[in-house]
């Protein structure tokens, strides 16, 4: 698929231990994610999410996930995490995402029978959204599932940054980069031991495999 970037961004996500933060920036990562949704396995604690931050290369974002988060909760989050950006799960809309002066990702749940998936009804709602974050769940469902949903239902010539997510590994990324040249790929089942806990290697070949399709995608 034809594209105008050269290269994908990548964001792994759900991290929780220092370690793993400083190995994914090591390897070229562009973002990281810190769950704070309460149904996660992978939450973390404010408190500890400010440690995985200080442990951050220079030019690595810190995205903090909420899904239906009280907006005292996020606010907590946003002044002792000091997150790049706010990324939302659940059934917020465009105003509440935007009362907290940090710019944000919106996901957008690809699972479940949805009628129009042309890029207006999946994005229009969210005028202030930075970018968005393609997800297999269903409609009020939580995500990091580790399943994929159907790539071919991704609108073609998306004018607006979208991460492909869901189900993503370093066995089927290359292809879902030669089948759907997202803007960027989010991770967090794909390259686990354990929910929460990252593996080194599944990290690295991630990374190596997306580097292989922008280099084959670009010929
Ligand atoms: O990770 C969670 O536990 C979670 C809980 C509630 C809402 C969202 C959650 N995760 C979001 C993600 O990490 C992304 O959707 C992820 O890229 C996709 O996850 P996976 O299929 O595990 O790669």
Redesign the pocket.
């Known amino acids: 698929m034809e594209r105008s970037h050269l290269r994908t961004r990548i964001?792994f996500?759900?991290l929780t231990r220092p370690g793993d933060v400083r190995l994914a920036c090591e390897l070229g990562v562009d973002a990281i994610?810190f769950?704070f949704?309460q149904?996660?396995?992978?939450?973390v604690e404010p408190e500890q999410a400010r440690l995985l931050r200080q442990a951050l290369a220079p030019m690595v974002s810190a995205v903090a996930?909420f899904?239906d988060t009280p907006a005292d909760d996020v606010r907590r989050v946003v002044r002792i995490v000091g997150p790049h950006l706010l990324q939302f799960?659940g059934s917020e809309d465009d105003a509440w995402c935007r009362q907290f002066g940090v710019p944000y990702l919106k996901?957008i749940a690809m699972g479940g029978s949805t009628v129009d998936r042309g890029e207006d009804a999946l994005f229009g709602a969210f005028p202030g959204a930075s970018g968005f974050?393609l997800?297999?769940?269903a409609s009020g469902e939580?995500?990091?599932?580790?399943?994929?949903f159907d790539w071919a239902t991704v609108p073609t010539g998306l004018s607006r940054p979208a991460?492909l997510?869901?189900?993503?590994s370093p066995d089927n990324v290359h292809a879902a980069i030669e089948q759907v040249a997202p803007w960027g790929v989010?991770?967090?089942?794909?390259i686990?031991s354990a929910?929460g806990l990252k593996d080194g290697e599944r990290m690295r070949r991630f990374v190596e495999e997306v580097r292989r399709a922008d280099l084959s995608v670009r010929g």
């Open positions: 964001k996500c759900g994610g769950v949704a149904r996660s396995r992978r939450r996930l899904m799960h996901a974050l997800d297999s769940h939580a995500g990091g599932s580790g399943h994929a991460l997510a869901g189900g993503l989010d991770v967090s089942s794909g686990e929910p």
